[in-house]
Every structure is written in structure tokens, then in C-alpha cells.
């Protein structure tokens, strides 16, 4: 695309200016200087610079009625478009597609098209590219008969490898012929119905007769065809002219001060900025910090601005990365995987502990506390703290709301945790029932509030009314932009409340969601602030037409400058070319014009980009550094380029050992040893101390299925309930298929409230472990008689002037002739010791790879203290539920029984010796320290290799 014919043919209208020229001044300058006889319309491509003029214009011109009107180009076409007496009202993104997808559902056209004419919220994203194509053609006076044009330079082989063939599957001349006739059949739809758009406007507008005043045209590099003619119109017959700055070249390089910083992440990028800003203080309106991506905001925003200095941001932030567009999506995920009024435990915490409802203000119950000062923040909290507990420790996975609003065991936990605070609660039953009442409340006005939607203006209802509860009733929007959100979030609910669609048809209430995501996604939040009071914040469109002394360019890495899509659905490269469409160099090339006019008006230039990922600066940067090159005619490095790097270290310490005090002797004098604990101790002794003495435990999180722990326990639990009829009893003359149904009844009963397709899985490998087990059971153990379930053994150990605890938990015990079985149910990997290893002190440094766990020697040591049997007369072993015939056994002879007592106590008599510090492992750390949970408490989180012994 070009627009060579229309500067040769304006030629005398141009103004043109130096390279490092200020556009605003020069404006400025010639209207003040023939204001007495001339009445002036000024056009800007964009808003920003309007800002400029306006303050530049008023010291030279001290009459207002004299200052003459200024639009951007956008705000001039609707006020020159709505002057005309039936003006047509300007739809939104929603309607169009709404006429686009009505239009697609014709039966004799469009069949390129009838495999995405589906349900209308999987049709939006197509919707969206269609209308967004269709604006392009028409702003830039594309003909509805284009195809024909298309059609003569086509070739399959051209077209074979486009986007939109290899999704639609189908031939692409059919493709492009469809393709026009929607675009023209669309125009046409809106002029029946009497509607425009941004691009229908355009095209009105270039056309008519304007009024008769002196225009000033200011800062266009690149015309659409619409602008053409439109600029065209105005140049022609009136006395007007067009400012344009020369850019096609960097001005006077040698004279500016370039700086480059990288770093590997964007925060190093900020506080390097910070760093420098706090050299330039005092700083003025003259000075910009440009962003190439919104996600740079906040960053910018709180860690960079020195504190005391004023700051503008003229930057469009996405209401969708604000809490508001969060908030929604999580209600949107809970109620939309819901079965039931059943949820997801998972989706339910979260949206608890999103920003705005964790701060909901508990009002239910006057509560005064010197100590918090927003007791009722606090309260919420724990409540919320006190339910996940509760579906930690119960493994839920599905919960129902209402097993929550009348839980007394968790309100009566919120209660004790309040008053552990010192904080009076006057009457302690009014204060459980209120808290009942407040989740009550909760679930009402933000979860049950979308259930049982009419239509789709009873769902922006209800949505706003959630907006009101969380306006009214949270503190987490009172933050420094939080009205800020909030105005604008109501904003685009009332848009979208007026939007006026009649073809979507909305099957569930995830498609109302998923239409509100999407809008909300097209819009932009301003911020306000002193348009020209301190340092500038601006993406890089909005610096356009203006001068700065400074730039601050952040995050300037050439997959950010130049931004440019590689590739399109329809409008192809070859396509574009045919049509005079700009292409992706011509879009590269007025970014860099954009680029060139901000660095020519500098004095000061700090470039900031990110190193990471292979990424390399700009192309844009690069071509500074080789004019800059070319100027002093060396090949050396002609911009001082440098790393941001901070002081830290990252080498790896050996963790400190831990010595003991009369406490922590106290403390294990007192403790039970149990398995685990001893494995623990022998796997590695400081992971004994924080799990024991300091009872560090792991962050449990809530799952959306099954884990594979969870699976063992379900089956732990239904083999415990079913073998309860046969405790004593002989196992014998068993039928296979009837007791069978007897177990799958106990694991339907337990399945009976999880009625998700996702954990079917689980049910059926649940299902296989409790058939293998049963069949091995009548198989193999005929006869049998089981002794205990579950059962729990204690007993005491004294020697060396020690007396100490041993506690131990068998899963089942059963006795086969003369010998007595000791069952432990595995679900991951089994583990017994070396048959042939011999524990001595000798040895002491093999013991944890060849005893590998004292499980099976510790329940063997219990049983015979119990049972006050011989210890021949015992075997321990392991059966695995995942491979019911990968069993394992262990059982004593004299040698090793007297061995292993022996390293039992040894083991024990050293973590109650004072003397003997909690060591650190320092051998085998691939198979100690891999899986382990304190890894960087110790600094051994570079441990990643997962042996298995």
C-alpha cells in the first residue's frame, strides 16, 4: 500500500518539517499567526497530541472562543458523520458478529463456511477475525467484487500452504469467493438495518461536502484509502495544508545520548530504570517511559516511579487482567464444571481466596479489637482458612455449599482460633450463627446469584449486582486503581447490556460467561491523571506527534518492536499486495517511522530490553547502532551496552546441623517411634528434626481428581470394612462372583457423591485392585482366618537406662496354619531390606541402602511383644495394589533378629544422645534427598535425579 500518488499530487499543500522539527509547535505557530482571519479545524491521528496543542495554544492565544476545534481523526469522522440527519447508530463487536453469524446461516451460500457455523460463543473468535477483516477492506475502499480481481492472480499452488486452507479443508478460490460475498452482504445488512461502524463512517465521510474551514492536518505518515480521499476532499479548494515530519532517517545521532540495558527479566529491566530515574529527578512532562506491552504497567508503576514524583499514564490497561475479569472467570469455572450443585473443592477455595472475596467485610457480628484494626476482614480469613482445612484433611474433591453453611465443627474452629487472639466474643452462639449467616450470604450473592438465568440481560444483571456486592462489601478494590477497574468494568456491563443480539442462542450458563469474557477482553481502561504534569507513561503509539528530551524504552526486544502479525486467515500477503492492502513490511515500516520521529526530538535515549530465550533487541535499535557505525566509520560498539546484574548468590551451602537442647531431649524422651519415623531418622537425621520437633508438614493441595495416594486409601478403606465379617472367621468355600458384588456395593457407596466423568478412572482402578485382591485371597489363602484389621500395637522398649515408646499400625493380620501373617497394603513402591545384610555397628554407613525400611522388622518386634509368640512363628510382607503379585516378605532368624533389635535401639539411643547433633546426609543425596519435602530448608533443591532404591 501506497500513498506516493497522494503526496505528488498534494505536493503544495505539504509543509514539510525538519527531522527533529516539534509538529505541535509548527501547528501552533501558524494558526497563531493568521488567527484574525482564518477559523481552523485541526486533525490529529490521535488523541494524545490534541492534549499538546491544546496546552501550547492557550499561551499564545489568551481568547478561548479563538481556539480552534481539534479532533483526532476517529473523533472528527463521527462528528462530521453525525451531522447528517439520519445518522446511524454505531454497533459494537458483538453485534456485528451477531449479523455476521445471521448472515452465515443462509442454506444457499457461504458452504466454505459451514463447518464453523456452529453454536454461536464457538463462532465469536471467527466472528471477530471476519469483522475485523471486513473493516480493513472497507476503510481502505476495497470493492465488494474483489474477488474477480483475486481470482486472476490465483494459483493453488500460491494458496496451498495459507492458514485458512489448512483449517477449513476445502479450496481456497471458494474460500476468498465466500469470503467477498459475506463482506458485501454484510454492509449491506448494516444498511438495511441502519447501522455503521467505524470503517462505514469513513467511507460516508469521504464523500460529502464539509464545512468550510481552514483545516490543519498535522502528523500522518501512512493514509488508508478513506483518509486519502478524505484529505483529498479537504486540500483540494480550501486554503489547508498537511503537516508531515521527514522520517525516513535517523537525525543527528552523533549528537544524542544512547544507553542499552539488558537484562534477563523484566523486573531487572524496572529497577535498573528506578535506578536511573532517581539520578534524573526532578522529572517533567518532557520525559517518557515507553511500554511495549501493557503487561509492563504495574511494574512500571509501583517499582520504578521514585517516590514524590508525578506521573501521567496514557495507556490502555485490559480490563481483563484486572481481579474484576478473574473474578468472573472463577465463578465461571465453578458453576460451569458443576454437577448437581456439586463442585469442584478445588475451584471452590479458589474462588475464595480471590482478592475481592477474601476481603469481604464479616458485619454480621460486632466485633471491637484493639489488635485489628479490620477485625472484619480478618474473621473472613479464617473462615475461609478453617474450610480449606477441612477439605484438606477429608480429601474432598466435590462439596455441596450447604454442607458448609451449617458446619458447627468449622464455625466452632473459627471461633477457637479467634479468641486464641485475645479477642472478646460477647455471646459465642450469637457468633457461630452469625458466621453461618455470612457464608450464607456469600454463596447467595455470588455463587447462587447466576443460577437459573432467563436470558442474557437477566445475566448482566446479576452480574452487576455482584459488582455492587463486591463494590459495597470488599475491601480489595480500595487500592490505588481499584475504582478505577470498577467504573469501567460497570461500563462495559452496561455496553453489553445494550448490545443487541437476536441470533445467540445461549444452551448453558458457561456461554453467558464466555460472551462477558470476550467483551470484556476488547476493553481498555484509562487512567486518570494530569496530562501534563510529570514523567510520561505511554505505549508506543500514543508518543506519536510528540517531543520528549528523554525516552525510556522498556522491554525493547524485537519480538515486541516491531509488532506485526507473521500471519493472516484471509487477507494473505499475496492478497494484500493485489488489493494496495498494507503488507507486513509496510506495517513495519510505519512503526519504525513512528520510532524514528520519537528518537530524532531526543537528547536522551536509555534502551531496556530482555536477554532471556535467545531474544536480542530490537531491529529498530540495531539500525542506530549501524548508522552510528557507519558515522564514525568503525565496526567497534558505538552505544555503551550493559548487563543489569545484581549481587547475589546462588551457590549451594551444605545444610548446618542441628544441635540439641534439654527441650528437644525433652521432647523425644515423650515421643512415640513409630515405622516411619525411624525410616525417616535413617533416610536422613535433620529430615527427622523437621518433621518431628519442628512438625514441618507439606502444603497439601486440593486435588480435582483422585491421586494415586487417595486410591490406596479408598481401598484400604473398603477392604477394612468388607474382611470385618470375617475377622475369626475361616475363609473358606468362598464364592468368587457374590462376594465380588459385595465389595463393587461398598465402592459404589463410596463413589456415590463423586459424579464426575474425571474420576471414573479412578473407580475402575479401584475396582481392578479390589478384584485382584479378593481373587487372591480365595486363591491362595484358603483356610485362613483373619486375626485384626487396622490394627494399632504399642508398646514400651527399655534399655541402656532409656525407656521409650514403640507404636506401629498393621493394615491386617491373618493366620494360615501355624504361622501368623503381617499384611501392609502398598500403593507405590515396596520397600523390606537385603535378605542377605547383617545390621552392625561395623556397618552403619550401609544401613539405609540395604535395610532401605525397618517397617516390617518393627511390626514383627511388636507382634511378638503382643502375641508373647516366637518370632518364627511371624511373617511380615507388603502387597501391592497395583500388581496384587508383586508381594514381598520378611521374616527373622535368630542372627538377624538379634541384629536388627540391636540396630533398632542403637538407632534410637542416638536420637535421644544429646551429644549426637541432627546431621545433614552427606552420601547418597540423589536416593535421600530427591523426594524429599526440606530440600531448600537445606539448599539441596538442585537434587532432581528420582532413584529408586
Known amino acids: 500500500m501506497s500513498n506516493l500518488n497522494f503526496w505528488t499530487k498534494n505536493s503544495e499543500k505539504i509543509i514539510w518539517l525538519k527531522e527533529d522539527s516539534d509538529l505541535i509547535d509548527e501547528i501552533v505557530n501558524c494558526i497563531a499567526s493568521n488567527l484574525i482571519s482564518e477559523e481552523y479545524i485541526v486533525i490529529f491521528p490521535n488523541r494524545r497530541a490534541i492534549h499538546y496543542f491544546y496546552s501550547k495554544i492557550a499561551k499564545r492565544i489568551r481568547t478561548a472562543s479563538k481556539i480552534p476545534a481539534t479532533y483526532s481523526i476517529d473523533d472528527f469522522v463521527d462528528y462530521i458523520y453525525e451531522r447528517k440527519i439520519n445518522v446511524y447508530r454505531k454497533i459494537n463487536i458483538i453485534e456485528s458478529i451477531d449479523i455476521i453469524y445471521m448472515l452465515l446461516g443462509n442454506p444457499e451460500k457461504f458452504d466454505s463456511f459451514k463447518k464453523i457455523h456452529n453454536s454461536f460463543e464457538e463462532f465469536i473468535p471467527w466472528g471477530e477475525e471476519f469483522f475485523k477483516n471486513f473493516e480493513e477492506l472497507l476503510i481502505n475502499n476495497v470493492n465488494f467484487n474483489s474477488f474477480d480481481k483475486i481470482n486472476v492472480f490465483s494459483s493453488s499452488k500460491l494458496y496451498e500452504n495459507s492458514l485458512i486452507y489448512k483449517v477449513l479443508k476445502t479450496d481456497f478460490t471458494n474460500i476468498i469467493k465466500d469470503f467477498f460475498e459475506l463482506y458485501k452482504d454484510f454492509y449491506s445488512e448494516l444498511e438495511n438495518r441502519k447501522l455503521s461502524t467505524r470503517a462505514s463512517r469513513y467511507n460516508f465521510v469521504q464523500r460529502i461536502e464539509l464545512p468550510e474551514k481552514t483545516y490543519i492536518i498535522g502528523g500522518f505518515s501512512r493514509l488508508n484509502k478513506c483518509e486519502e480521499e478524505l484529505f483529498k476532499n479537504i486540500l483540494s479548494s480550501r486554503k489547508s495544508h498537511i503537516f508531515v515530519k521527514k522520517s525516513f532517517n535517523f537525525y543527528d545521532l552523533e549528537n544524542k545520548k544512547f544507553y542499552i540495558y539488558q537484562s534477563q527479566t523484566l523486573n531487572g529491566q524496572v529497577l535498573k530504570l528506578r ?18 506491552s501493557e503487561n509492563s504497567l504495574f511494574p512500571v508503576l509501583y517499582n520504578a516511579i521514585p517516590a514524590g514524583e508525578k506521573y501521567n499514564v496514557s495507556i490502555g490497561y485490559p480490563l481483563s487482567r484486572t481481579p474484576i475479569y478473574s473474578l468472573f472467570d472463577m465463578v465461571s469455572i465453578l458453576l460451569s464444571r458443576m454437577n448437581n450443585l456439586k463442585f469442584y473443592a478445588k475451584d471452590y477455595i479458589n474462588l475464595l481466596f480471590h482478592p475481592y472475596i477474601k476481603t469481604l467485610k464479616f458485619d454480621k457480628f460486632s466485633i471491637v479489637s484493639e489488635n485489628f484494626p479490620n477485625i472484619e476482614n480478618f474473621v473472613t480469613r479464617i473462615i475461609f482458612q478453617k474450610i480449606q482445612e477441612n477439605i484438606r484433611n477429608k480429601n474432598k474433591i466435590f462439596i455441596s455449599l450447604s454442607e458448609f453453611e451449617r458446619n458447627s465443627e468449622i464455625f466452632k474452629e473459627v471461633l477457637d482460633a479467634i479468641k486464641s487472639f485475645d479477642v472478646k466474643i460477647n455471646s459465642e452462639d450469637n457468633f457461630t450463627s452469625s458466621l453461618s449467616e455470612f457464608l450464607i450470604e456469600i454463596h447467595n450473592k455470588v455463587i447462587k446469584l447466576f443460577l437459573n438465568i432467563k436470558n442474557f440481560p437477566d445475566f448482566i444483571q446479576r452480574a452487576v449486582d455482584l459488582l455492587d456486592y463486591i463494590s459495597i462489601k470488599s475491601l480489595g478494590h480500595l487500592n490505588l486503581y481499584g475504582n478505577n477497574f470498577f467504573r469501567y468494568a460497570y461500563e462495559t456491563l452496561f455496553d453489553l447490556y445494550s448490545t443487541r443480539i437476536s441470533h445467540a442462542k445461549f444452551k448453558n450458563l458457561n456461554q453467558y460467561f464466555n460472551l462477558l469474557k470476550f467483551f470484556m477482553q476488547s476493553s481498555r481502561i484509562p487512567f486518570s491523571s494530569s496530562i501534563l504534569d510529570g514523567i510520561q507513561i505511554l505505549g508506543a503509539l500514543e508518543t506519536r506527534n510528540i517531543n520528549f528530551d528523554r525516552v525510556f524504552y522498556l522491554d525493547i526486544s524485537d519480538d515486541k518492536l516491531p509488532n506485526v502479525n507473521k500471519e493472516e486467515l484471509f487477507l494473505t500477503q499475496d492478497i494484500r499486495r493485489i488489493l494496495d492492502l498494507p503488507t507486513i513490511k509496510e506495517r513495519e515500516e510505519l512503526q519504525r517511522t513512528n520510532f524514528i520521529n520519537l528518537i530524532n526530538s531526543a537528547k536522551e535515549v536509555y534502551f531496556f530490553y530482555s536477554n532471556s530465550d535467545s531474544r536480542t533487541i530490537s531491529r529498530f535499535v540495531e539500525n542506530i547502532v549501524w548508522d552510528l557505525q557507519k558515522i564514525r566509520g568503525s565496526i567497534e560498539m558505538p552505544i555503551d551496552s550493559k548487563g543489569i546484574n545484581f549481587q547475589a548468590s546462588f551457590a549451594q551451602e551444605n545444610p548446618v546441623p542441628i544441635e540439641k537442647n534439654d527441650d528437644i531431649i525433652k521432647f523425644l524422651k515423650d515421643f512415640e517411634f513409630s515405622p516411619t519415623s525411624i525410616d525417616r531418622y535413617l533416610r536422613c537425621p535433620l529430615s527427622f528434626y523437621f518433621a518431628y520437633v519442628l512438625n514441618l508438614k507439606e502444603h497439601k493441595e486440593i486435588e480435582e481428581d483422585i491421586s494415586s495416594i487417595e486410591i490406596g486409601n479408598i481401598v484400604h478403606e473398603i477392604l477394612h470394612f468388607y474382611f470385618k465379617k470375617w475377622l475369626n472367621v475361616e475363609f473358606i468355600n468362598v464364592d468368587f462372583d457374590n462376594e465380588l458384588k459385595e465389595i463393587y456395593k461398598i465402592l459404589d457407596i463410596k463413589f456415590q457423591e463423586i459424579e464426575s466423568k474425571e474420576v471414573l478412572l479412578q473407580k475402575e482402578q479401584c475396582r481392578l485392585a479390589l478384584r485382584n485382591v479378593l481373587e487372591k485371597n480365595i486363591k491362595e489363602l484358603n483356610s485362613m482366618k483373619i486375626l485384626f484389621l487396622e490394627k494399632e500395637f504399642t508398646t514400651k522398649l527399655s534399655f541402656n537406662e532409656l525407656k521409650v515408646r514403640l507404636v506401629g499400625r498393621v493394615d491386617r493380620i491373618h493366620k ?54 516366637n518370632f518364627e512363628q511371624i511373617i511380615a510382607g507388603t502387597w501391592s495394589l497395583k500388581n496384587i503379585d508383586d508381594e514381598k516378605y520378611f521374616q527373622f532368624n535368630y542372627e538377624t533378629h538379634n541384629a536388627y533389635f540391636n540396630a533398632l535401639k542403637y538407632l534410637i539411643s542416638e536420637i535421644l544422645n544429646k551429644d549426637v547433633p541432627f546431621l545433614p546426609v552427606s552420601n547418597k543425596t540423589e536416593q535421600r534427598c530427591a523426594f524429599c519435602l526440606y530440600q531448600t530448608i537445606c539448599s539441596r533443591q538442585w537434587v532432581k535425579k528420582r532413584t529408586i532404591l
Do not use: A, H
Not at 535506578?275 to 511495549?292: A, C, F, G, M, S
Not at 535395610?851 to 511378638?864: A, D, H, N, T, V
Open 816 to 869: 494360615l496354619k501355624d504361622e501368623y501373617f503381617l499384611i501392609d497394603y502398598k500403593t507405590g513402591v515396596s520397600k523390606i531390606p537385603k535378605s542377605n545384610f547383617l545390621p552392625t555397628l561395623e556397618n552403619r554407613n550401609l544401613w539405609f541402602e540395604n535395610i532401605r525400611s525397618f517397617q516390617l522388622p518393627f511390626y514383627i518386634f511388636l507382634f511378638e511383644e503382643f502375641k508373647k509368640i
Open 275 to 292: 535506578n536511573i530515574l532517581e539520578q534524573k529527578k526532578p522529572l517533567n512532562y518532557k520525559d517518557v517511559i515507553v511500554l511495549t
